[in-house]
């Protein structure tokens, strides 16, 4: 999806320089390919005003928006290989994407909870540190709020990992304060637009109780057009027990097996949570066995740079860890596939081996 325009177009629209006819018409048989995506006010491809129309609000925003986001990129230590990256990632994914968002939330109007899954390595970080600058711009405000968030406190992990000692490290379903997460997200809902409200924003620090961390004080929002709530099991569903029939690595052993079917029965209890979802955004990498790789050289990076970090082998029992609990190849089909009248994602967004996306559907 990246390589349709030359990157001196993006460099001249930056400048706010005149574009040539020809390099218009690039951009205009461009969006022609791309205009479902993001189901782009559904454009008749021969309505040429229309289109030029959207050239120019894209053009604008580009334009007013590029100084903030590869400034906040830079911040974050985010980097793009190549830098010029920035521009086609802008213009083909994050743009429409906000744009999508603020038009979702107008037409349903009051706070609009997008629901983001996506392991490590897939770009909820990033994603969401670029949606907060683009909403902005669009005049919208932004909370994003994780998974993590709505942990269950240390002492009852505790308690419920001396129940169940195959609970090794928190994140699985069973780990989390559903109750936490529906009184939040009932609380952001009822609280009108357009008025200041303080709501109290559950937060996790990991870094607690030796790294199995613990809440900490809440943030306070006071307004939310669009909420993101992004995490690596958000609006999963359960499957039917038949799906675990044979064993799929690293699923190897009848302990295994039980420990699947019990984190998918526990499934069930996060469903009223879901429900508060006004849509769903998957970030699927292209072979789910990516998350192990991205992991490694995470923890590589972290090493080298003089801190502590996980060996090779703990990282990859981490990962298949997380695995044998919801295992990809199992939940990920049945949520992103048209195929399955069970799937629950409204957009499908694949990532490469390189993090970046390259293909981005709508299924409903």
């Avoid at 120019?56 to 980097?79: F, G, K, M, T, W």
């Avoid at 990991?206 to 809440?215: E, I, Q, T, V, Y």
């Avoid at 998957?282 to 790789?293: A, I, W």
Wanted: glycine fraction near 6%.
């Amino acid at each position: 999806m990246f390589e349709n325009l030359p990157i001196r177009i993006f460099e001249l629209i930056i400048r706010g320089a005149h574009l040539s006819s020809s390099e218009h018409e690039l951009l205009v048989d461009d969006l022609r390919k791309n205009c479902d995506l993001f189901h782009i006010s559904d454009i008749n491809t021969a309505d040429l005003k229309l289109i030029a129309e959207i050239i120019d609000l894209r053009s604008q925003l580009l334009r007013s928006v590029y100084p903030d986001i590869s400034q906040s990129l830079a911040l974050q230590n985010i980097q793009l290989d190549p830098p010029s990256l920035i521009f086609p990632l802008l213009w083909h994914y994050w743009l429409p994407l906000a744009q999508r968002l603020a038009q979702q939330q107008e037409k349903i109007g009051r706070t609009f909870i997008q629901g983001l899954l996506g392991g490590q390595g897939t770009g909820k970080t990033t994603l969401g540190i670029v949606l907060n600058i683009l909403l902005r711009h669009l005049g919208k405000t932004f909370l994003s709020i994780s998974l993590d968030d709505i942990y269950k406190n240390y002492a009852d992990r505790q308690k419920l990992r001396d129940r169940r000692p195959d609970l090794i490290w928190r994140g699985p379903p069973s780990t989390h304060d559903i109750d936490l997460g529906i009184e939040v997200f009932q609380q952001l809902r009822d609280r009108p637009l357009n008025k200041s409200q303080a709501i109290a924003i559950p937060r996790f620090d990991k870094s607690l109780h030796n790294g199995a961390g613990d809440r900490t004080d809440p943030e306070i929002s006071y307004n939310a057009d669009i909420v993101l709530f992004e995490g690596w099991f958000v609006g999963m569903r359960p499957l039917p027990i038949s799906a675990f029939r044979n064993f799929v690595p690293p699923i190897l052993s009848e302990c295994d097996r039980d420990f699947a079917l019990e984190c998918n029965a526990n499934l069930y209890n996060y469903l009223p949570l879901w429900e508060y979802l006004d849509g769903l955004i998957v970030l699927v990498p292209e072979d789910y066995q990516y998350s192990m790789q991205w992991r490694i050289e995470a923890e590589r990076k972290l090493v080298n740079s003089g801190k502590t970090g996980m060996s090779d082998q703990e990282i990859t029992q981490f990962v298949e860890y997380f695995w044998k609990a919801l295992h990809p190849e199992l939940f990920m089909p049945r949520m992103i596939d048209r195929d399955y009248g069970s799937s629950c994602a409204d957009l499908v967004i694949e990532i490469s081996r390189s993090h970046l996306p390259t293909r981005i559907y709508a299924i409903n």
